[in-house]
């Protein structure tokens, strides 16, 4: 079973930034290396949104790929030497909160940004933007 370890969420103001952390277990081959890692989030009475994803499709190829809303506020990097993918979120806004998911696999099978997609998922992190 893969757990993924979330971190960083909390409460700010409109404006503010912060930076949330998902750490994937260590892999011990290629097969379980997550390819393939994107943040969604989710709020009550609403389906899981797809925010940013990231995808390893070489070792020269690495995609990025964000929802409209975040565009230019929020920017996804992943650590692979801690195993670890980020979303510094900058700008934020009411709107913004919600509960913060991250999503992992090690390959592809549907668009970057669709839940589909992952078959790993963290536990999930609020984040609350207060006006």
């Known amino acids: 079973q893969v757990q993924l370890v979330e971190s960083g969420g909390g409460s700010v103001q409109a404006g503010g930034s912060l930076r949330l952390s998902c750490t994937a277990p260590?892999?011990?081959?290629?097969?379980?290396?997550?390819?393939?890692m994107a943040w969604f989030r989710q709020t009550p009475g609403k389906e899981r949104e797809g925010v940013a994803a990231?995808?390893?499709?070489?070792?020269?190829?690495?995609?990025?790929t964000y929802a409209d809303p975040v565009k230019g506020r929020f920017t996804i990097s992943k650590d692979n030497a801690k195993n670890t993918l980020y979303l510094q979120m900058n700008d934020l806004k009411p709107e913004d909160t919600a509960t913060y998911y991250c999503?992992?696999?090690?390959?592809?099978?549907?668009?970057?940004?669709?839940?589909?997609?992952?078959?790993?998922w963290g536990q999930g992190t609020q984040v609350t933007v207060s006006s």
């Open positions: 990231i995808e390893e499709v070489s070792i020269e190829d690495t995609r990025i």
């Open positions: 260590a892999y011990t081959d290629s097969s379980a290396y997550m390819y393939y």
């Open positions: 999503a992992a696999d090690p390959a592809a099978d549907n668009g970057p940004l669709l839940p589909e997609r992952y078959t790993y």
